[in-house]
């Protein structure tokens, strides 16, 4: 069965730094959109990235842009989501999630958790 998995949340202090990880079973992240999301409590889900499938250019959403860097190791159909510069307002529940396209989720992960607090 095709499986996303993410890890490395956890507790942060303001301007500190983070790495995420999405590691894909039954399929190759190859050929697929790679997206990054994220939802607080009582908050809809926000779209952090995605790395198109079509050019392979990355989209980051304003909030993000300039803090945060996606790259992906196609060896270990992992991808990464580095997170510098961390701000209170970042906390939330990170998912990754792949599909045909950005705007074309098929399979995500169960979430990590990340809280960026003094």
């Known amino acids: 069965q095709e499986q996303l998995v993410e890890s490395g949340g956890g507790l942060v202090q303001p301007g500190g730094s983070l790495r995420l990880s999405c590691a894909a079973s039954?399929?190759?992240?190859?050929?697929?959109?790679i997206g990054w999301f994220r939802q607080a409590p009582g908050k809809e889900r926000e779209g952090v990235l995605c790395i198109s499938s079509s050019d392979g250019i990355t989209y980051y959403s304003d909030s993000v842009r300039g803090r945060f860097t996606v790259s992906r190791d196609t060896a270990k159909s992992t991808v990464y989501l580095q997170m510098n510069s961390l701000k209170p307002e970042d906390t939330a529940v990170y998912y990754c999630?792949?599909?045909?396209?950005?705007?074309?989720?098929?399979?995500w992960g169960q979430g990590t958790q990340v809280t960026v607090s003094s």
């Open positions: 039954g399929f190759t992240l190859d050929y697929y959109a």
């Open positions: 999630a792949t599909g045909p396209g950005c705007l074309e989720y098929r399979y």
